[in-house]
């Protein structure tokens, strides 16, 4: 009778997979960005961490082992079973000029999960599997502040939470064009305090606590375009388009209102509830968006791009209530060079990438923030290829940010180190013998 077995290499990937999916929901980095009190939180990368070295390109990227998972239309170009998770470290540091600080926060969380499947080697057809994070709130914010014939007053603003997306999509084309959709739900929490104590050395006054915490979530639906020109011999063109409609998430809201003390043995105690409205229903809406690009590709060694993303956040609502959010562009380059992919040299089969991104962020307080981030990286295959079948490479990200220059009240520098693990398996092997 015969019989399968997965390979070594596969259970090492599963269960290795299964800690990081676990970690996704219990990870409370240390991240402290006051820019992630608005809408759903920060953003995080919405790319894999190969293209995030090369800046972020990945409307017209597509690779018969990597899934590209910004443009579902990619998922056509899959010839091997393709597994790729990731890892992020994150540190900030947050300048204040009024009066002049500076903060610093680090964090380290899973990526992304996702499993790319060729559903057909003779004809452009792939799926993909996958769960992903979109967006973190993580800041805890003091204020001081004196009002004109009272006392000075401190608020502490808190905030924990985000946005996750668990989804499957599928690409389908022929020689020149691919499509694809991805489709799934998108779910998380917000969790808002606002502390209010009043600063006095004679009258002991009790500290107001204003929090509210929400559950959300729906279905969404992105799709996207890829089409292939053949320049030359050795050279070929791509072109990209993806996006997504605005999605309307259920949510159910919980507020209150109420007078704390801080007791040292049992921490904050209650002592009157001012308001309290449970389980309210409402909706959040997330806005639509797009982006476009192109990527001239040689031969297997090297590969050169740019595009042009577009996220409509003024359309954003919190139970019908628009936040400090406005229509963003963001526009990327980069490129990919290989040596010599089939030298006997290991540094020459390296894939070495570079790029850069810019424009405006989705948040506007008084001023508009400008956003810039340059990156580089590489593709580290483990094994030669000739041996086996298996492909596996550890792709890094190495990115540097700017948010906000000093015609901004706060000021932030991101420095992100990305670790992925991209293994292309055999995943069942019939023995020889019986």
């Known amino acids: 009778m015969r019989f399968v077995r997965p390979t070594a290499n596969s259970l090492f990937f599963i269960f290795l997979s299964a800690f990081l999916l676990l970690g996704v929901h219990e990870s409370r980095g240390q991240e402290n960005s006051p820019y992630s009190r608005y809408g759903l939180g920060d953003p995080v990368p919405q790319q894999n961490i190969l293209n995030r070295a090369m800046g972020g390109i990945s409307s017209a990227y597509a690779d018969y082992s990597t ?10 170009e899959l010839k091997i079973t393709s597994f790729d998770i990731g890892l992020d470290y994150n540190s900030r540091t947050l300048r204040a000029l009024n009066p002049p600080r500076k903060f610093a926060s680090s964090y380290l969380i899973p990526s992304y999960f996702q499993l790319g499947l060729p ?9 993909n599997l996958g769960l992903r994070p979109i967006s973190r709130i993580n800041y805890d914010v003091l204020v001081s502040k004196r009002l004109p014939g009272i006392d000075s007053v401190r ?6 939470g985000g946005t996750y997306q668990a989804f499957t999509g599928v690409g389908y084309g022929n020689k020149h064009f691919n499509a694809g959709v ?12 606002t502390r209010l104590s009043f600063v006095n050395d004679t009258i002991n006054y ?9 559950r959300f979530g ?3 639906f992105n799709a996207g375009i890829q089409y292939k020109i053949k320049l030359n011999e050795k050279t070929i063109l791509r072109l990209g388009f993806h996006g997504n409609l605005s999605t309307s998430m259920k949510a159910t809201r919980n507020i209150s209102r109420e007078t704390i003390a801080y007791n040292p043995n049992a921490g904050v105690v209650v002592i009157d509830s001012i308001y309290s409205s449970q389980d309210q229903k409402g909706t959040i809406v997330h806005p639509s968006s797009w982006g476009a690009g192109f990527m001239f590709e040689g031969e297997n060694m090297w590969m050169f791009g740019g595009e042009i993303g577009v996220a409509n956040w003024a359309d954003y609502r919190y139970f019908g209530t628009a936040d400090k959010m406005v229509n963003n562009w963001t526009g990327r380059i980069g490129g990919q060079f290989v040596p010599d992919f089939k030298s006997s040299n290991y540094w020459q089969r390296v ?14 307080l008084n001023k508009p923030i400008p956003q810039y981030m340059f990156s580089f990286g590489t593709g580290l295959p483990v094994r030669r290829n000739v041996y086996t079948n298996q492909y596996t490479t550890i792709n890094t990200a190495f990115e540097l940010g700017f948010r906000g220059n000093k015609s901004n009240d706060i000021r932030e520098n991101i420095f992100r180190f990305s670790l992925g693990l991209n293994l292309s398996d055999i995943w069942f092997n019939k023995p020889k013998y019986q």
């Open 67 to 76: 899934v590209n998972f910004t443009n579902p239309a990619s998922y056509a």
């Open 119 to 127: 559903l057909s080697k003779s004809k452009n057809w792939g799926m």
């Open 155 to 160: 608020y502490n603003y808190q905030g924990n």
């Open 182 to 193: 991805n489709v799934g739900y998108m779910f998380g929490n917000k969790e808002y305090s």
């Open 206 to 214: 009790k500290t107001t606590n204003s929090a509210d915490t929400t």
């Open 218 to 220: 729906g279905l969404f």
């Open 351 to 364: 894939a070495y990438r570079f790029g850069a991104s810019f424009g405006p962020d989705n948040v506007q």
